[in-house]
């Protein structure tokens, strides 16, 4: 039982930093989208001439600047800023939902109470949240990719598709809360009986 409590712990602090991460990166995902917008309203012949800005999202690139010279309009480079600044921003928001699931599973496990009554819920809602953002990071990674296309750009499009992996884990999480359900049964006839 010792182990479960400070493993439920060191898993808890670890999901609050990455949580705070999270913070910061949205916090750097504004002050990006700040210096963006100020790199937009500059003309361009006040560019440097060396100024390069590449985006690469896996194996797509997207150049907006080369050698000083502005290679999309202003237009298409706007919609790509913001279209790639709202999904990573909900691929954000998606993590830190699941760390508060996962924190919250934490809670009965950090006291030692890994089937307290309630617990199998919270894990099957985990499932859940897994499947849905499994399906939700594919559909933004599809408009993500139309928005490439429709501005024009030169790049490949990006793969879309499903994570086979994400499903997988959505479906073992399923099976985990039956366990964690038939622990609960367990432990209250264990505390009926006393």
């Known amino acids: 039982m010792k182990e479960l409590i400070k493993t439920a712990r060191v898993i808890d602090v670890f999901a609050k930093i990455l ?46 600047f080369e050698n000083g010279q502005l290679m999309v309009t202003k237009q298409q480079f706007a919609i ?51 499947l849905a953002a499994t399906v939700i990071c594919a559909f933004i990674r599809f408009l993500l990719d139309a928005v490439v296309i429709a501005i024009g750009s030169e790049s490949e499009p990006l793969p879309v598709g499903i994570s086979v992996g994400g499903i997988f884990a959505a479906l073992a999480i399923y099976l985990i809360s039956y366990i964690f ?9 264990s505390d009926e009986t006393l």
Not at 34 to 62: C, E, K, Q, R
Not at 181 to 189: A, F, P, S, T
Request: proline share 4%; glycine share 4%.
């Open 19 to 64: 949580f705070i991460f999270c913070i910061i990166a949205i916090c750097m995902l504004i002050a990006a989208n700040i210096f963006m917008t100020v790199m937009l309203s500059l003309p361009v012949d006040d560019l440097p001439d060396t100024l390069s800005i590449v985006f690469n999202l896996d194996d797509s690139d997207f150049v907006v």
């Open 80 to 130: 790509y800023i913001l279209s790639v600044s709202i999904t990573e921003a909900i691929w954000i928001v998606i993590l830190m939902i699941g760390i508060k699931l996962v924190r919250r599973i934490m809670i009965p496990m950090k006291e030692g109470r890994p089937f307290e009554d309630g617990i199998s819920e919270i894990i099957k809602k985990f499932g859940h949240f897994v």
């Open 181 to 189: 359900r038939y622990g609960e049964e367990l432990q209250r006839q």
